[in-house]
């Protein structure tokens, strides 16, 4: 790896000399990386079901931490923040920011009183239930491309793919 100045820009000295065309990387094209081709088809789902949600004044992650408390019913914050692989500083403001919507309550656990409980109120609930058939549509018209096997089988396979 090459050595990072502070600007964290690759060290121009530690950069090696490409190898010969021969090397089985000369084939390498970005646009058939896996990394890179999820990544575009996340932002594509992504900004087909922000669109939806617009209406209703929610984020995408604010939908999806309604929907895993939908699930799941309450969970911790630092659980919740696992459920939906986000970062606690960024749960800990989507939280407030749905609980001063009055969508979802924190409470202390009965359990551990160190720790608080998020979960959905009824205007949550009914909100989440209101806006789950949008969600279905904006997965739908991402996957409109493949036939309903190839839908199956791609969502399979990503399953298949998620390591946690």
Request: glycine share 6%; no cysteine.
């Amino acid at each position: 790896m090459p050595a990072r100045s502070t600007d964290g820009v690759a060290d121009p000295a530690t950069i090696k000399e490409p190898p010969p065309a021969a090397d089985a990387a000369s084939d390498y094209r970005l646009d058939d990386q896996i990394g890179h081709l999820l990544r575009r088809v996340s932002q594509q789902a992504s900004a087909n079901l922000a669109t939806r949600l617009a209406d209703h004044g929610l984020t995408t992650a604010q939908y999806v931490v309604l929907a895993r408390l939908a699930e799941t019913g309450a969970a911790s914050q630092n659980q919740l923040g696992r459920l939906v692989a986000m970062e606690p500083a960024n749960i800990h403001g989507i939280v407030g920011r749905l609980g001063e919507r009055g969508l979802v309550t924190t409470a202390p656990d009965p359990t551990d009183r160190r720790r608080l409980l998020v979960s959905l109120t009824g205007l949550g609930t009914r909100l989440i239930h209101q806006v789950r058939p949008i969600a279905a549509d904006a997965s739908a018209a991402t996957l409109a491309p493949l036939a309903e096997a190839e839908r199956k089988t791609l969502i399979a396979l990503l399953r298949r793919l998620l390591t946690e």
